[in-house]
């Protein structure tokens, strides 16, 4: 991941330490702040992937925030950076 492609931002998340209704995800994000200081709730989890980056995982989230916005979020398990990759049109997803 290119570093001035993809900002770095600030993420609170919870590390799930053993299995769990409440946290489906080993990693689940709950807020996020860009490097414009622009901060997001986030609702929902709509999509889930891990990918293998040499030694590394990249944990890569669709979120849906609380002002009903689309953000690909992907977290880099070497440096323990989240990323920014881009917002998303709701377009994209299938209504469930």
């Not at 931002?9 to 590390?15: E, L, S």
């Not at 030694?55 to 950076?81: G, I, K, M, P, W």
Request: charged letters at 30%; aromatic letters at 12%; hydrophobic letters at 35%.
């Amino acid at each position: 991941m290119e570093k001035r492609e993809y900002p770095a931002i600030h993420v609170i998340n919870t590390m799930r330490g053993f299995q769990s209704r409440e946290l489906p995800y080993k990693i689940t994000p709950h807020r996020f702040q860009l490097p414009d200081g622009r901060r997001y709730r986030i609702r929902k989890i709509r999509r889930m992937t891990t990918q293998k980056v040499g030694q590394a995982l990249h944990y890569h989230f669709v979120v849906q925030t609380e002002d009903e916005r689309y953000f690909h979020l992907v977290l880099d398990s070497a440096s323990l950076v989240w990323r920014m990759v881009q917002e998303v049109d709701e377009a994209l997803f299938f209504h469930e």
